[in-house]
């Protein structure tokens, strides 16, 4: 068996595996000073750190708030920060108890404390307080499903349009057809690359008008109508 004097005094010079036998050595931990603790904490393997905190819970051993929000810096376990935030004792400032919300310390454990030292409650209109979050969440996915709803109303309105155009442009086609069904002549299109058999000049067809056909000659100057039988096709 050791003292915490004894310890203190040489677990800088050992092991990792020195301390942790040692540390089951202790027999007087509880006459400890928590500052000692504290500084041997933050030396030590934060397993071992952990290890010999639970002992000084064990032995009620209470820690000032400060040293536990110092504490909180570099010790991972939230459960036994929390044991430790409980069990403290005063006194508390408005920066240390800032600390310690910062440092996964309870939301339930920090209201304790600011009402305890008539202190401002860090999360006191805060959107993670409880039921404040949900709430919002809840007014999100309300807006989401309503932003939803408008954009299906405003796809089907739009498919709907869309159904309408190709209705009409397909009846433009149709008539489009229809014309250019009619506006043949003798085998002639409006479009065909032909020439004028007693001139022998080329041109292009671009309008016929029952039996008269409309060409706009090569030489872009002239644009001339004909009949059927005096044009051919030009290839």
Same mark, same amino acid.
């Given at each position: 068996?050791? @003292?915490?004097?004894? +310890? ?9 595996? @020195? ?11 509880? *006459? ?41 810096? +570099? ?6 920060? *929390? ?27 920090? @209201? *304790? ?21 949900? =709430? ?14 408008? !954009?299906?109303?405003?796809?089907? *309105?739009?498919? =709907?349009?869309? #159904? ?7 009846? +433009? ?7 250019? #069904? ?12 032909? #020439? ?20 706009? !000659? ?18």
């Amino acid at each position: 068996m050791m @003292t915490w004097k004894q +310890f203190y005094d040489g677990y800088l010079c050992w092991s990792d595996s @020195t301390v942790s036998s040692r540390l089951s050595q202790i027999s007087d931990l509880q *006459n400890a000073d928590t500052t000692e603790i504290v500084d041997c904490c933050q030396c030590i393997d934060e397993a071992l750190a952990r290890r010999l905190l639970r002992k000084a819970e064990k032995v009620q051993l209470s820690f000032t708030y400060a040293q536990v929000a110092e504490l909180a810096a +570099f010790i991972g376990d939230e459960e036994l920060l *929390n044991t430790l935030a409980i069990a403290a004792t005063g006194p508390c400032t408005q920066e240390v108890l800032e600390e310690l919300n910062n440092n996964e310390i309870r939301d339930d454990v920090i @209201t *304790n404390i600011a009402k305890r030292y008539n202190l401002q409650d860090p999360n006191e209109g805060a959107i993670w307080q409880p039921g404040v979050l949900q =709430k919002q969440i809840d007014d999100l996915a309300e807006s989401a499903g309503q932003l939803a709803d408008n !954009l299906n109303r405003i796809n089907k *309105n739009l498919e =709907k349009q869309k #159904r309408k155009k190709k209705s009409g442009w397909f009846a +433009f086609l149709g008539v489009l057809g229809d014309s250019n #069904r009619a506006k043949s002549s003798s085998g002639f299109r409006v479009g065909d690359h032909v #020439r004028v058999k007693y001139r022998g000049q080329e041109g292009t067809i671009i309008d016929i008008n029952e039996n008269l056909i409309m060409v706009s !000659l090569d030489d872009g100057k002239h644009v001339d109508s004909y009949e059927a039988s005096e044009l051919e096709k030009a290839w």
